[in-house]
Every structure is written in structure tokens, then in C-alpha cells.
């Protein structure tokens, strides 16, 4: 299974262009049903599309990924993470930490074509997708 950043989530909905390899590799996990969603992520996902049908049609598609809900262990590792990231000279937010607990606790990778998650996992237990 595979927690999917927003930032594929992004560029997948995007128009035209050329492929990434990230979203290619979504469109295999999506095919394969492997995909975890939560909250946050939708949320961003969603965020900043100025057009309503739009922001309409890609809600209607992430809809078909439910969101997998964070008990409050895993907000209580995130900010452990973010405290031994932050010790360590990184800074990240909130949402990346949370994702990344959520890739601990529920031994999924994550997939993102963020580089600061390679950076914490320098520090961090976290399995992601080589993209």
C-alpha cells in the first residue's frame, strides 16, 4: 500500500504535458487499488483550484479514496518526528510529518516528489517510492 502525496496528486490533474514518473507510478497503484488516502492530503490536494467545476470534477475523483483516519497515536509520533527533525536542523510541516506516522504506523510507503522526504529519512523510519 502507498500513501500518495499532494503533490502527485497535483500534477496528475494537471493537463497536458508529459507524465512524471510519479504519476505514472499512481496510475499503477491506483490500477492496483494500493492507494491510501487521508484527510490532509485530499485537503491540499483540492486547495487553489479556481475553478468550481473543476474543484468539483478531481473531489468526485478522490472520493474514490476514502480517507484512512490517523488515531491520536499517530498525531502524537508525527510531532515526535517533527521534534527530531527540527533537533537535526530540518523543518518540515505538519502534513509531511503526519504522513510520514502514518507510513510508520501503518507500514505503507509513501509517494511523493517532495525532495525534504529524503531528508527526513535521514532520520525517520520511512519507506518511500523511488521515483
Same mark, same amino acid.
Given at each position: 500500500m502507498v500513501l500518495v502525496d499532494s503533490d502527485v496528486w497535483s500534477e496528475a490533474f494537471r493537463k497536458g504535458g508529459r507524465k512524471s514518473r510519479a504519476v505514472s507510478l499512481l496510475e499503477e497503484f491506483v490500477e492496483n487499488d494500493e492507494v491510501v488516502m487521508i484527510g490532509p492530503v485530499r485537503q491540499e490536494a483540492l486547495s487553489g483550484i479556481k475553478e468550481k467545476r473543476q474543484f468539483e470534477e478531481i473531489r468526485k475523483i478522490l472520493r474514490a479514496f476514502? $480517507?484512512? *483516519?490517523?488515531? !491520536?497515536s499517530i498525531f502524537e509520533l508525527a %510531532? $515526535? =518526528? =517533527? &521534534?527530531?527533525?527540527? $533537533? &537535526? /536542523?530540518?523543518? /518540515? $510541516?505538519?502534513? !509531511? =510529518? *503526519?504522513?510520514? %506516522?502514518c507510513c510508520v504506523a501503518w507500514e505503507v510507503r509513501? *509517494?511523493? +516528489? !517532495? +525532495?525534504d522526504f529524503g531528508r527526513y529519512a535521514e532520520y525517520l523510519p520511512i519507506d518511500l517510492v523511488e521515483v
Open positions: 476514502p $480517507s484512512r *483516519l490517523p488515531e !491520536d %510531532a $515526535s =518526528f =517533527f &521534534n527530531i527533525c527540527r $533537533s &537535526n /536542523g530540518i523543518q /518540515g $510541516s505538519h502534513t !509531511d =510529518f *503526519l504522513l510520514c %506516522a509513501i *509517494l511523493t +516528489k !517532495d +525532495k
